[in-house]
């Protein structure tokens, strides 16, 4: 038999415990379900915490599995979410003339999982482009989801103009931060390019967590921002009906 690193194995013993649970379990359920002690349950966690393999809700305690583990199952052609999810991104590309992209945030930063393409002929390609937090839509939806503490911290950071469109003034900028939390919406009109314009909505988990982001992108040269605002309803029902896929996955 080949030999295997204990502390790897305990680790992944006990993210696998963790995706079979229906509710987010403790410690304890984890440490009993994983045939390990509690001392060392508890530093696991920490470790795939750590690398958002697991999340950790600090008001009760209990944990669920984290964003990492879609972009890994992203990695793979496996992934029923990714794939399940196709057929809605395909359905937004189509309503709103725009490219459609699936989004995760892992360890600070946005990754791809799919898009669809519009059918226009100029096209936006985000193939490995960097958009910094402040100037695109999921970024927003992102730093909506910090603690208050944390979204200060950020807005102390000297924020980059891009364009002459984007928001680098910290109370404008935590304004609309704070308005994506409650409408789960955020919008980036021509901010990080002016030739491109973008409009998001959040993917969430059953106790309102987000989980996911998905993103259209369009050409900004005959866009106005009140056209971007109104699709909102139809990222709305996408996202609605994606999270309901992530609500269901089994990848």
Not at 234 to 251: G, H, P, V
Request: aromatic share 6%; net charge positive; with cysteine.
């Amino acid at each position: 038999m080949a030999q295997r690193v204990q502390s790897v194995e305990r680790a992944l013993s006990l993210l696998d415990a963790l995706a079979t649970y229906s509710a987010p379990p403790s410690i304890p359920e984890l440490a009993k379900a994983a045939n390990v002690n509690r001392a060392t349950a508890w530093r696991l966690m920490k470790t795939l915490v750590a690398f958002e393999l697991a999340e950790r809700d600090e008001v009760t305690g209990t944990y669920k599995v984290g964003p990492g583990v879609l972009r890994l199952a992203a990695a793979t052609d496996n992934s029923s979410f990714v794939r399940r999810s196709r057929p809605l991104l395909e359905t937004v590309a189509q309503k709103t003339g725009g490219s459609a992209f699936l989004e995760i945030a892992t360890r600070g930063e946005l990754v791809v999982m799919d898009q669809v393409r519009s059918t226009s002929p100029i096209q936006v390609d985000l193939a490995g482009m960097v958009v910094p937090l402040h100037c695109g839509s999921v970024g927003k939806l992102y730093l909506a989801t910090l603690s208050d503490e944390e979204l200060n911290e950020y807005l102390k950071k000297k924020l980059p103009s891009l364009s002459r469109y984007t928001i680098t003034k910290p109370l404008q900028l935590k304004k609309e931060i704070l308005e994506a939390r409650v409408t789960g919406i955020a919008i980036n009109y021509k901010e990080h390019r002016e030739e491109w314009c973008g409009i998001s909505a959040a993917i969430k988990d059953p106790v309102g967590r987000t989980v996911a982001y998905l993103n259209v992108t369009l050409p900004s040269f005959n866009v106005s921002r009140e056209k971007v605002k109104s699709l909102s309803p139809i990222l709305i029902k996408a996202a609605n009906e994606i999270s309901l896929l992530f609500n269901k996955r089994n990848f």
